[in-house]
Structure formats: structure tokens, C-alpha cells
């Protein structure tokens, strides 16, 4: 039996195989990811690796739940917390994912998961001009995940975009500027 607080982790050398199956073929990269998370189910990489295959999918509501697994096993989980955040921020949910991203806060200053995370909690209140200053420090600290820069560039690129909107006096929602970078991440791909 699992122990949660140690839990028995995917060897390195399977979960490597298992990205190249996943860049590969995607339906095959997830039903090994699926028979990888049979034999090692409290593994939080491979849950986040699903939440990330269903995102991109765009099943959020399971996308959602895999996040929520990473961070239950391993809530020092950075990248997985974060993701959690940003998908329950994109579904509306905003109490919940300010409770999933506030222990980003505790980071170091120069930490790029703080930034990311300070940026949403900016977007949450409508600051705008925060949110692109932030979530652009955070990029610039970033080296470790270069596709998140990216997800942030979109979302900068949204806020600007629905800046002029404020300018020109129409309404400006959360939600609707993480809707539409989501739209525009999945027209990417």
C-alpha cells in the first residue's frame, strides 16, 4: 500500500518514455499515461501530466480534478498549484483558486510561480496594469517551463487588448479575458 506521505514514484526513465509517447500520439501518450497511473497512483507528476493532456483537450472539469490530486499528494507541487489555480480561475471559480494559489505567495520574491501567482490574484481585483508588469517580471525570471510564458504572454496580450476596450467604455470581466486566452491557447496548438 501507497503511503501518501512518501509516495512510490513512476521511475525517471518510464515517465521520460511516457512524454515521448504523449509529443508522439497524444491518445496513445494517455492511455500509457492511464496504465502508468494504475501502478503508481499517487505519483503527482503523472497526475499532473493528465491534468495538463485533458486541458489541452479541453475536459477542464478533469483537468481540474488531476490538478487537484497533484496538489493533494505533494502541495509543494509548484507548477501543478499554479495550474490548479489557473483553471479554476478560467472556470469562474475565483475563491478557490486564490485558495490554490495562495501558498505560491509564501516563495521567494524573485520566484516566477510568486509572480504568476501575484498577477492573478491582480487580475482577480481588475488590475489590469499589475496584472502585465507581474506576470512579465515572472516570465523574464522564468527558464524552467518556457510553454507558461507563452499561456502568460496570451493573457498579457488579452488584458491589453481588453484595456482599450476600457478605453472605448465596454465592460471588462476575469473571467472573460481568461476565456478568451483560453481560446486562443487551444488555436495554437
Known amino acids: 500500500m501507497a503511503n501518501p506521505t512518501n509516495p512510490v514514484l513512476c ?15 497524444p491518445r496513445s501518450g494517455l492511455l500509457d499515461l ?12 503523472l497526475h499532473f501530466l493528465k491534468g495538463s493532456m485533458l486541458a ?4 477542464f472539469s478533469g483537468a481540474r480534478r488531476e490538478m487537484r490530486r497533484a496538489v493533494e499528494i505533494a ?40 509572480l504568476f501567482a501575484m498577477g492573478l490574484f491582480a487580475l482577480i481585483r481588475d488590475e489590469f ?16 517551463i518556457p510553454p507558461m510564458n507563452r499561456d ?17 467604455g465596454k465592460p471588462v470581466s476575469t473571467v472573460d479575458l481568461l476565456l478568451q486566452q483560453a481560446a486562443l491557447k487551444a488555436n495554437k496548438h
Open 11 to 25: 521511475p525517471a526513465e518510464r515517465v521520460k518514455a511516457l512524454l515521448q509517447t504523449m509529443e508522439k500520439s
Open 34 to 45: 492511464d496504465t502508468a497511473l494504475r501502478a503508481y497512483p499517487d505519483d503527482p507528476r
Open 56 to 59: 489541452s483537450n479541453e475536459d
Open 75 to 114: 502541495p509543494d507541487y509548484g507548477v501543478a498549484r499554479f495550474q490548479l489555480g489557473l483553471l479554476l480561475l478560467s472556470s469562474g471559480d475565483t475563491v478557490p483558486a486564490q485558495e490554490a494559489l495562495g501558498p505560491l505567495l509564501s516563495l521567494p520574491m524573485n520566484n516566477y510561480l510568486r
Open 129 to 144: 496594469e499589475d496584472v502585465a508588469r507581474l506576470l512579465r517580471q515572472g516570465m523574464a525570471l522564468n527558464r524552467d
Open 152 to 168: 502568460m504572454q496570451l493573457l498579457i496580450d488579452g488584458i491589453e487588448g481588453k484595456i482599450g476596450s476600457l478605453d472605448r
